[in-house]
């Protein structure tokens, strides 16, 4: 739910909403998703994908495994910034596991239900981060259908869970052991499959873009404020954008609206009036209390997108 503060009357006279920028704009700073091929890394699909745009720098939303397929946003530009904003949000995936034994299909319903909610997860050995235990929430596990020892599932889990160490798991808990033969991502935060191009389809609407019809890119590009859409957001007035950009705090006078998802210690997305992405803070507070306060600080700033002087200046400085 979007909540009004009751004395913010402020009517935005700068700025401009996302959707309305153009096709030059997306391809300096936007996102594209890309349907993840088997074979290569994310790292390399990225590399790519920099290359065919001719990018500085660009960076994906999430790992996927080199046999893994599925959504993988990619940033140019300032939208690289924001791309660990991903992390904070869900992930879905659709995949096949492999029992090693044959097994009953209503006794593999108790085991998913087991480990739905909080559980314990070790790295691989070959994964990217240090081996050491940590906690991560499977939202939902599901059994689609089964065939033989192959079990169709979908999960809805925390950012870094691995999928395929669950299945591990889930096949010890039934005991017969399993793996993971096959694995799709399906969902990154709000970012769906029906939105993710293959990279043969970037490279054609490149192609067309450069001999003068931009249609088919114009859609594949997104604003990076896709990436934000799963978090909790204020936004804040005209004159408050420029000091958040210079790195200030955002203050209670300062916020029009907020979600009342909001809460304390979580990560805030930063918006303008016009719906731009300013930064990401911590919430100082939560919603209820921004909402019951007109003074303080309401949100810490943790990392600026929008570039200082976006905005007019519409804060002062002390001498003193």
Same mark, same amino acid.
């Given at each position: 739910?979007?909540? %009004? %503060?009751a004395d913010?009357?402020? %009517?935005?006279?700068?700025g401009r909403s996302p959707a309305d920028r153009g096709i030059e704009e997306l391809l300096k700073d936007g996102v594209v998703v890309i349907d993840k091929p088997m074979g290569p890394t994310?790292?390399? /699909?990225?590399?790519w994908v920099r290359d065919m745009l001719g990018a500085t720098k660009a960076a994906h939303g999430g790992t996927l495994d080199p046999r893994v397929t599925g959504v993988?946003?990619?940033?140019?530009?300032?939208?690289v910034r924001a791309m660990d904003s991903l992390h904070h949000g869900t992930k879905e995936y659709v995949g096949v596991m492999k029992m090693h034994g044959n097994f009953d299909t209503k006794r593999l319903e108790e085991v998913f239900e087991e480990f739905v909610g909080e559980i314990i997860q070790t790295?691989? /050995?070959?994964?990217?981060?240090k081996r050491a235990p940590r906690t991560r929430e499977i939202h939902s596990l599901e059994l689609m259908e089964t065939s033989g020892r192959n079990a169709l599932f979908k999960v809805e889990c925390d950012a870094?869970?691995? /999928?395929?160490?669950?299945?591990?798991?889930?096949?010890?808990?039934?005991?017969?052991g399993g793996h993971l033969q096959d694995l799709r991502r399906t969902r990154a935060g709000t970012i769906v499959e029906d939105r993710a191009v293959t990279l043969y389809d970037l490279k054609d609407a490149l192609a067309d873009h450069a001999n003068g019809n931009s249609e088919s890119l114009t859609r594949m590009f997104n604003p990076m404020e896709i990436l934000l859409k799963h978090m909790p957001s204020v936004e804040v007035k005209d004159s408050a954008v420029d000091a958040i950009c210079h790195g200030a705090d955002l203050a209670i006078p300062g916020i029009v609206a907020l979600d009342d998802s909001i809460?304390?210690?979580?990560?805030?997305a930063i918006l303008s009036m016009s719906g731009e992405s300013v930064g990401l803070g911590r919430a100082l507070i939560d919603s209820k209390e921004i909402m019951a306060r007109?003074?303080?600080?309401?949100? %810490?700033?943790?990392?600026?997108f929008m570039p200082a002087g976006t905005y007019e200046k519409g804060w002062t400085t002390s001498d003193k």
């Open positions: 739910m979007r909540l %009004k %503060k913010a009357t402020a %009517k935005s006279g700068r994310s790292h390399q /699909v990225t590399s993988l946003p990619v940033g140019v530009g300032i939208a790295p691989p /050995v070959r994964s990217a981060v870094g869970t691995y /999928v395929r160490s669950l299945c591990v798991d889930v096949g010890d808990a039934l005991g017969i809460v304390k210690d979580g990560t805030v007109s003074q303080g600080f309401a949100v %810490k700033t943790t990392r600026v």
